[in-house]
């Protein structure tokens, strides 16, 4: 215990170097996306973000993109409480069994037209926690998704990159209509 208490005082912190200020590779992604969301919707993204069973780790890297060192509001990204406001529903985790009713009323309560974006390994294939009883699995076995950010978690430029490849490659178009395949 001596020993892990030393280590941890005298070893520097295991997280990510923290973007330069001014970093000029942030910025040009940050407005690519908004200069994007501005042409494809006339407006800045609203993004509804859901948790549908993570382990909270995505939670942490997508809320990083709100902090001080990547101020992501800067250039128009913002995070909505309501689905009612949203262009984006950012899933996380597998589905568990108890959030998938909650999961679909979200998904009906976002107006058209709206993208879904699974984010982490965990709601590509229920990652970690496949196969479990309380999880349904991925999300696409609940909603159409439109883009899968993959990581565990995926990094906040991973993210950013994702949504802008969502505004600039996914079809509106193709989005209409398309029901999921229920998975019982
Ligand atoms: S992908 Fe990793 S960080 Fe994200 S919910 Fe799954 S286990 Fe957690």
Redesign the pocket.
């Known amino acids: 215990m001596r020993r892990l208490l030393l280590k941890s005082l005298v070893q520097g912190p295991l997280t990510e170097p923290a973007p330069a200020a001014g970093d000029a590779a942030l910025a040009e992604l940050a407005a690519r996306v908004d200069r994007a969301s501005r042409r494809r919707l006339g407006r800045t993204l609203a993004i509804r973000e859901v948790d549908a069973g993570?382990?909270?780790?995505?939670e942490l890297e997508i809320h990083a993109l709100g902090n001080v060192l990547y101020d992501l509001e800067r250039f128009g990204l913002r995070f909505v409480a309501s689905p009612r406001h949203a262009d984006v529903l950012l899933v996380?985790?597998?589905v568990t069994s108890n959030m998938r009713e909650a999961l679909e009323r979200t998904y009906q309560a976002t107006p058209d037209p709206k993208w879904v974006v699974a984010?982490?390994?965990?709601?590509r294939d229920g990652?970690?926690?496949a196969g479990s009883a309380a999880c349904i699995g991925a999300v696409s076995a609940v909603l159409p998704v439109d883009l899968h950010i993959p990581?565990?978690?995926p990094s906040p430029i991973a993210l950013l990159t994702g949504l802008l490849a969502l505004l600039e490659e996914v079809s509106f178009d193709t989005r209409a209509g398309r029901a999921p395949e229920r998975q019982s």
Do not use: E
């Not at 993570?54 to 995505?58: M, T």
């Open positions: 993570s382990c909270n780790g995505c996380t985790g597998p984010v982490g390994d965990c709601a990652g970690v926690f990581g565990c978690p």
